[in-house]
């Protein structure tokens, strides 16, 4: 027995695509929901963690789109790449950073969801993922203490591998960065690193340690580097004047982390470009009210010279994605 209510979703979804092929001009629905992680603060920097959907609005490339999906984030799944800069400059904070680091685990794997994971990456002039994503903070506190310095930095390469191995992992995706901001040896760019922190829909989180606090030592250009990776994904970006500041910031991150919204729209009516690279924005209604959000988002494009339903194709993220590392069949690897 045929079911009326599949021949009604069928009349209407054929009597859109005559509509579409009737009029060349009609920007195509693209079906693929788009999430995006949301953090709200008001004037005074306070983290206001009680809003509701009719709270934001949701632009794409500057078109309005309706939130289709909110949820308040104290309870959804957290996934979190921690990268701890080992170059010969951060040697020195290096004990600090570990122990800090340890604390900031115990804490964020024993009161969140009883599925958090955290995975450990180290980079120098390479990258290791210490280890995999575990919820053991243990383990992950023993791998920390046997950390020392070397000599090269290959942060973008390191933001890209945490990227890669966030992003088939469900719920909230998160790269936590401990750095001084330097990079010396890096195969991908700091474009490459933006790209696939939205690929994985991951927020960044950069901590940027000065072993040098004088202005003409320090890298100012690596530091304004992780200002743009953090504020294109959503994130911040913290300095720590000194060690026991880094505990501070940890505390931070977790209650960031625990007052989010997530949101999601399936793109409608978007006005298409050559570029796969949708722009984002979140509003608020009340204005005394600012949001932290990704910038965008790669998705539907128009081929050049192209400007009909007819002719828009979808760039799917595999299409976009740069070639894969190295399979992860070791508890430690070298992924550059």
């Given at each position: 027995m045929i079911n009326p209510r599949s021949l009604t979703v069928a009349a209407l979804l054929g009597l859109s695509a005559l509509l579409m092929a009737q009029q060349p001009g009609v920007i195509k629905v693209d079906v693929n929901l788009v999430h995006i992680i949301a953090t709200v603060k008001n004037q005074a920097g306070e983290l206001v963690g009680n809003l509701e959907k009719g709270d934001f609005e949701i632009y794409d490339n500057d078109a309005r789109q309706e939130v289709a999906v909110f949820e308040h984030q104290?309870?959804?799944?957290?996934?979190?790449?921690?990268?701890?800069?080992?170059?010969?400059?951060?040697?020195?904070?290096?004990?600090?950073?570990?122990?800090?680091?340890?604390?900031?685990?115990?804490?964020?794997?024993?009161?969140?969801?009883?599925?958090?994971?955290?995975?450990?990456?180290?980079?120098?002039?390479?990258?290791?993922?210490?280890?995999?994503?575990?919820?053991?903070?243990?383990?992950?506190?023993?791998?920390?203490?046997?950390?020392?310095?070397?000599?090269?930095?290959?942060?973008?390469?390191?933001?890209?591998f945490g990227a890669r191995d966030l992003e088939p992992r469900d719920g909230r995706k998160v790269i936590v960065v401990v750095t001084d901001g330097g990079n010396t040896f890096s195969k991908f760019t700091i474009d490459d690193a933006l790209e696939a922190s939205h690929m994985a829909d991951a927020v960044i989180y950069s901590v940027v340690v000065m072993p040098i606090t004088n202005p003409a030592g320090r890298n100012t250009g690596g530091e304004h580097a992780l200002q743009i990776l953090a504020e294109r994904t959503g994130g911040k970006i913290f300095f720590p004047a000194s060690g026991p500041e880094l505990d501070k910031v940890f505390s931070q991150i977790i209650r960031e982390l625990r007052t989010q919204y997530l949101l999601g729209f399936y793109p409608k009516n978007v006005a298409l470009t050559k570029n796969p690279f949708h722009k984002l924005e979140i509003k608020l209604k009340n204005p005394d009210l600012r949001v932290s959000a990704r910038n965008g988002y790669y998705g539907e494009v128009e081929r050049a010279g192209l400007g009909s339903a007819e002719d828009r194709i979808s760039v799917s993220p595999d299409r976009q994605r740069k070639p894969a590392p190295p399979p992860q069949e070791q508890r430690k690897k070298k992924l550059y």
């Open positions: 104290t309870g959804q799944t957290l996934s979190v790449a921690l990268m701890i800069d080992t170059s010969g400059s951060t040697a020195k904070e290096l004990k600090y950073e570990a122990d800090a680091s340890s604390r900031f685990l115990s804490a964020l794997l024993d009161e969140g969801n009883a599925a958090d994971a955290v995975s450990l990456y180290t980079f120098n002039y390479q990258v290791r993922q210490e280890l995999g994503f575990t919820r053991d903070h243990r383990a992950l506190a023993a791998r920390l203490k046997l950390l020392h310095g070397q000599a090269g930095t290959a942060l973008y390469d390191a933001l890209v």
